[in-house]
């Protein structure tokens, strides 16, 4: 018998899926409440704490930066709607990966695989530690900038300890993500609070003349996008766990609606509290916007803005940390990825090897680079494949309209989000080229070297196979069991 998640039409295989052999079916368990705090708690990490100083210097005033946050969340909204189509009609596991897969064939979804294991997953996860950093050092530094050092050593241990909840145990990590969704909430109502209070008291200084010396290069308002996209990513989480919610078809849509204006609104506010307790020059000067916000108007009470923005990034991480984890396993059960990468601890049943994997490739990222070039080459990848995947669902919209769907979006949504993804590829690439874009674009294309010996000739080398074997071993670790009846 054929297996049918390799059968030649892309897109009939996942209807058929439930005939097929491989029956590995996770328990349906995520409602409507986890859903809506698994994007929200994701998408709230590092950048609402970061990212606002970035938007204002490429905008140049704080009228047109909240433009760009209000534009950027509606995007986000809009990018989620079009894959909640996507999930509805493709209804497995792994994001972007699995509609590439389904729609445009392997070597596509190898190469997404390729790049977001190796670089995507590890930069967005090397990004929010070093924010996390930031924070957490800020208050042993009064009143000057923390050393480079110090910054990339406690990012260095965040991912270590990371690395050991995630694998000891999954309900360890999923409590750790629930208590620091509520503290991260906890921080933005303070910071929301304190912002209407002092609006209140008349100080919207910063307000007046907003429009005044706004940027109008393509370039700096495509980088000022990444900055404030960076804060929303995480839109697309949910699709990456599609088995595992209760009815997708009504849930994903209905999460989607709840979690990404809520968040929208939440940035917002936050935004105008930022400017309503600091100049634009103040807030443009600010290694850590919170904390500066937090020491203006709480006084000796600041250091709470610190340890609960620490406290967000670090659940952020996690969340990070724990989705990446999924993407690298089921790359390799579909056979994009070693099979090391497929398998789980023998008593922890934990996805170790691709954790480690994961975590050893953020090390690096650190080592190498800092916060806001990280960002800008996340979001340049990023967008490229957010861009295919929705070019996927307008095919399948224009070519495949008799396919099952539950849920349907306005196909001017798809375009608009097709749209946005073009300008925020090409933006930078035309206004300021930077070699490090170059450097991409290489890296993307030497999959190939490996796409055709590994993948598509199946040629395995003995000594992998040992490297497997050793790693087994070491790892003590075990190919996870399918149900084949």
């Not at 009143?143 to 300890?161: E, F, N, R």
């Not at 807030?283 to 967000?312: E, F, N, R, Y």
């Not at 925020?424 to 010996?453: H, K, N, R, T």
Request: with cysteine.
């Amino acid at each position: 018998t054929t297996n049918p998640l390799q059968s030649t039409d892309p897109l009939h295989s996942s209807t058929d899926l439930s005939e097929g052999k491989e029956k590995l079916k996770l328990k349906q368990e995520v409602g409507l409440i986890s859903g809506v705090s698994l994007i929200a708690g994701t998408m709230i990490g590092s950048g609402i704490f970061m990212s606002p100083e970035w938007v204002l210097h490429h905008m140049g005033n704080p009228a047109s930066s909240l433009l760009i946050w209000a534009a950027c969340g509606l995007l986000a909204m809009f990018g989620a709607l079009s894959y909640a189509e996507l999930g509805t009609i493709i209804k497995e596991s792994g994001g972007e990966y699995i509609y590439i897969l389904r729609i445009f064939g392997s070597f596509p979804a190898f190469i997404f695989a390729y790049t977001s294991v190796i670089l995507v997953r590890p930069a967005s996860l090397a990004a929010v530690c070093l924010s996390f950093a930031e924070y957490a050092i800020a208050p042993f530094y009064p009143g000057c900038s923390s050393p480079q050092v110090a910054i990339k050593c406690t990012a260095a241990t965040c991912i270590l300890i990371l690395t050991i909840i995630n694998c000891l145990n999954v309900r360890l990590a999923t409590s750790v993500m629930n208590i620091f969704t509520a503290a991260k909430l906890l921080a933005l109502l303070v910071i929301v609070v304190g912002g209407l209070v002092l609006l209140a008291k008349g100080q919207t200084q910063s307000f007046q003349n907003g429009f005044q010396g706004t940027t109008a290069g393509i370039g700096a308002v495509g980088v000022a996008f990444y900055q404030g996209l960076w804060s929303y990513d995480g839109w697309n989480n949910l699709n990456y766990v599609t088995e595992e919610l209760k009815k997708p078809e009504v849930t994903l849509p209905r999460a989607v609606m709840i979690a990404i204006p809520l968040v929208t609104f939440l940035y917002l506010l936050v935004n105008v509290s930022y400017l309503a307790a600091m100049t634009p020059s103040e807030l443009l000067s600010s290694g850590a916007v919170a904390v500066t916000w937090g020491d203006k108007v709480l006084g000796s009470w600041a250091w709470l803005i610190s340890l609960s923005v620490a406290l967000s990034t670090f659940g952020s991480s996690n969340g990070t940390f724990f989705s990446g984890g999924r993407m690298c396993y089921i790359a390799a059960r579909e056979g994009h990825m070693p099979d090391i990468l497929s398998m789980a601890h023998v008593r922890r049943l934990t996805p170790a090897p691709a954790l480690l994997f994961t975590s050893a490739m953020s090390l690096i990222m650190i080592a190498s680079g800092n916060f806001t070039s990280i960002v800008n080459f996340f979001s340049f990848m990023a967008w490229l494949f957010y861009g295919m995947t929705i070019s996927g669902l307008l095919y399948l919209k224009i070519k495949k309209p008799e396919l099952p769907r539950s849920y349907k979006v306005p196909i001017i949504i798809p375009i608009i989000v097709l749209m946005a993804a073009v300008y925020l590829v090409l933006a930078p690439i035309i206004d300021q080229p930077q070699i490090e874009i170059l450097y991409i674009v290489l890296f993307i294309f030497s999959g190939i070297i490996f796409y055709f010996p590994l993948v598509h000739f199946k040629y395995h080398p003995r000594f992998l196979q040992r490297v497997t074997l050793h790693l087994q071993l070491l790892l003590e670790v075990a190919p996870t069991t399918r149900d084949t009846n």
